[in-house]
């Protein structure tokens, strides 16, 4: 690890102004859990690092009065796994407790996944899939990003030197009926090699709107417009899991060809059946 | 280099360190508590798991400045009454007894009941990973006191252990939450119980 200052502001507006002042020499740390291994092997080696530690404000879960729910970016997973959430949010702690292990859920935050942008994590996946916006904090003051700006195609955010996430903003109970996040993982506290959100809303049986999003297989998580087309409007009966599966397998890797190297094959198997188990698990909540 | 205060086990340990410390140096260099291991220093293996105010965390990944003037507990501070220093035993002589806890003239009630089912389950080989898997037991087990035995190995994913193949572990995960349960305070263990049969 390169030597560096250690900076403890208290209020997220001292975050920002030390990381301009150092800018962009200076990294926030919140848990450190991704970090710290980049700094170990010097492939990451900042001269300031700017800990949220003493920043209680980006902690912490609350509503908003639009009813979107709003958690603080230093939030960490033990917490948010520990939340009795109401509705499909009950999602997002379900997702948060069963991530790498349980140690580094403890220092492991909401904000840090976001920011590292790592498509193998699961919180860029189920950000991008319900539509959650990032609340940015910089001198210019707050901007909210949706997903497709924060997250870049090619991988990585649209965050500059400068900006601080403060808080992901997600939908309201209202926004969806039920969401679904499965994965395939080698071991327990591996990162998903394939990883599928599906945020769907129903009213009286018929789709109202949903949103089938493919993660850890592409530089950033890959929303499904084509194999999930024409499908609002319609009867949930008229999902055919299969069929949407093998298309989405398509629409996110490309047409098969049979000169396929072996891991995009491997992907496309992940892809199918992770997206049909999901399938399979929302679609019966509302049929019942 | 700065001045950090971390109280550990209770003792208020002060020391002038380097930003770039790790806990885990920490732990082991400045306050002498070596229990904590050292195993991969990249957060897989979590030999050095340690609670930082009742919350586990791999300590190889946590720098010092982060818990400053925090209180950590590590493997040592689990036993209220500590053992007596082993000084008439060879670690070479302990492989070989059946009983080692009574060669070191430590009673089984010294312990807290994570590590008497490591001791009674044979939870352990060579006992590198075993302080960082007892933490993450206790931890676990205090949250969650009725666990399948799945529930075990979920919980313990993040610690490697390369001797034992697991199945003592989990077995001392069951046995240790069978106690806690009977006994809600941890700090007055349960009296020795038979071992498993395997």
Known sequence: MRAFTYLTPSAPTEVVEMLDAHAPDARVIAGGQNLLLGMKDRSDSPAFLVSLGGVSELEGVRAADSGELVIGAATTYATLARMEFTGWHAEIASVCGNLADRPVRTMGTIGGAACAADPRYDIPALVTGVGASLEVLSAQGVRTIE?????????????QPGDLLTAVRFPATEAFTTVVFEKFRQRVFDAALASTVLALRVGDGVIEDLRLTVGATTPRPTVCVTST??????????????LVADAAAIEVLGPETSNDPPHLRYQRE??????????????AIPRS | MQDVTITINGDIVTGTIDERTLLL???????????????????RCGCCSVEVEGDIVKSCNVLALQVAGRSVTTIEGLSKERLRPVEHVTSQSLAGMYAPLEAMGADVNDLHPVQVAFHQCHALQCGFCTPGMVMVMKNYLEENPEPTRDDVRTAIA??????????????AGMMAAETMRSQPDNSRPAPARPAHDH
């Open chain 1, 147 to 159: 997903p497709s700006d924060f997250f870049l195609e090619g991988g990585g955010t649209s965050l």
């Open chain 2, 25 to 43: 140096d920490f732990i082991r260099d400045v306050a002498g508590k070596t229990g904590t291991h050292n195993g991969c220093l990249e957060a």
């Open chain 2, 158 to 171: 993040g610690n490697l252990c390369r001797c034992t193949g697991y199945q003592h572990i989990v077995d």
């Open chain 1, 270 to 283: 992940l892809i199918k059946s992770v997206t049909r188990r999901a399938l399979i698990r929302a679609t």
């Open chain 1, 229 to 242: 087309a024409g499908l609002i409007g319609q009867p949930v009966d008229a999902i055919e899991p299969v």
